[in-house]
């Protein structure tokens, strides 16, 4: 058994984060992932991202992740890649495994940045090939370059769906639509706006009621919702789709987290149960922190300052900064945190991340 | 097709009309749905279906949601093979090196 002072779970934008941070001050860091390349969703984002110039507006998804491998790089991190961590048992041992070999891991600290996976829609034909999710398409268009249909039916009108359908017009594939089941679009305005100025119609108040097709997807069926969200009878549709791509929601991946026995709370509106923690991202387990979307679904920018949070709290806390320096560190990416959550959108994250924000103690 | 019959745990092809039928003849937690369909208990380990019964279970049953708690998380979280999981200890940091 090996012991190392941090082990962090997740090479997203808050594990590379807090990874850096931590292995700046000083701290010996071992970061894990399960893919064969870190940087999370970074790779697949090919847009340029919001917000003011201290949280990278302006600059790619993908030429953030690359500065951030460089930083770990630079650091120090040790990163073992193609590893998946099956377990967390007693005294912070990790149970690490590649195709190959098994390992225990034990540290100081472990920092959990394990991010979310997305929800699913079930209805009759969810299971063809081509019904796939939002994530699934940025990365065979965005990764691995292959466009996997023709014409795209969205399933959502969230950021996500709005920016991975341009991407896919980008691509050459045509978006037939984009049905939302709410009575206006989810994500913001600017997004929509470009999607329609390039012809794609945004459906509100309308799900899909079927996908069909022999061995793949065929074509879907798509239904009219009423003011209680009920399907109106004799609104379908019938369309001519290869791809039905679901863009509804994320949802926290949490399993190392319930195992460690952290306490939890339920808010919906930041995807359901997510480990309590306080402003240093401390859960309400000794020596475990967490950060990004395991501790509610938001951006990659919020993640990116959450993960910076739980590394220099992780490094103050082995004795790698003084506590003034830390403190003062800690108030700049907080008030970073504040900023980010502004706006229609982020108000609400704002307010339920709220009592978390407020000191050391660990509360609901 | 009818709705009873659309798939909602994929990795053990567990229908709608089978999870409604199990929540109908008693069980309120994920974890017994899991026990009486193998709903969750695939490949993904209920990472997709999970959230879907829970609101199904909320449905039938009345609990909120937030009551409604993931079954027990146990090692291996992810898919690994037995032959690893029980196979000799390895360093992986001395290999990097």
Known sequence: ?364 | MKDKDIIICRCEEVTLGEIEKAIAEGATTLAEVKRRTRAGMGLCQGRTCSKVIAKLISKYTGQPLKDILPSTFRPPVRVVKLKILGGEESCFLEKQK
């Open chain 1, 1 to 364: 058994m090996e012991l190392v002072e941090v082990a962090v779970i997740g090479a997203g934008p808050a594990g590379l984060a807090a990874s850096i941070e931590a292995a700046k001050a000083g701290a010996e860091v071992v970061l894990i992932d399960e893919n064969n390349r870190p940087g999370g969703q970074l790779f697949k984002q090919i847009h340029k991202f919001f917000g003011s110039k201290s949280h990278m507006a302006g600059i790619r998804g993908i030429n953030i992740a690359t500065k951030l491998l460089e930083d770990c790089e630079k650091f120090g991190v040790k990163t073992l890649l193609n590893t998946v961590a099956f377990g967390l048992f007693e005294e912070n041992r990790i149970g690490l495994a590649n195709k190959d070999k098994k390992s225990i891991l034990r540290a100081k600290r472990i920092i959990l940045a394990t991010g979310a996976s997305e929800n699913v829609l079930n209805f009759p034909g969810w299971t063809l090939p081509g019904v796939m999710g939002a994530g699934a398409l940025q990365t065979m268009m965005n990764v691995n370059r292959v466009l996997p249909g023709k014409r795209i039916l969205m399933i959502g009108s969230g950021n996500v769906g709005l920016i991975v359908s341009y991407q896919a017009l980008q691509a050459g594939a045509k978006v037939v639509a984009i049905v939302e089941a709410a009575p206006q679009i989810g994500g913001y305005g600017v997004h929509a706006a470009k999607i329609r100025r390039a012809g794609v119609p945004i459906l509100i108040s309308h799900t899909v009621k079927k996908v069909f097709g022999n061995d793949c997807v065929e074509g879907a069926v798509i239904v009219r919702l009423d003011k209680k969200w009920k399907p109106i009878l004799g609104s379908e549709k019938k369309i001519k789709v290869d791809v039905v791509c679901l863009s509804v929601g994320l949802n926290p991946l949490t399993e190392l987290a319930w195992m460690a026995g952290c306490k939890f709370v339920y808010i919906p509106a930041l995807g359901g149960h997510i480990p309590i923690h306080n402003w240093n991202m401390e859960s309400s387990k000794k020596d475990l922190y967490v950060a990004g979307d395991l501790t509610g679904v938001e951006e990659a920018s919020t993640a990116l300052e959450e993960g910076k949070l739980a590394g220099l709290a992780v490094a103050e806390s082995l004795g790698y900064l003084k506590r003034e320096k830390a403190s003062k560190r800690k108030a700049e990416i907080r008030e970073q945190l504040i900023a980010l959550r502004a706006g229609p959108f982020g108000e609400l994250r704002r307010k339920l991340k709220e009592p978390f924000m407020q000191g050391d103690e660990i509360r609901k």
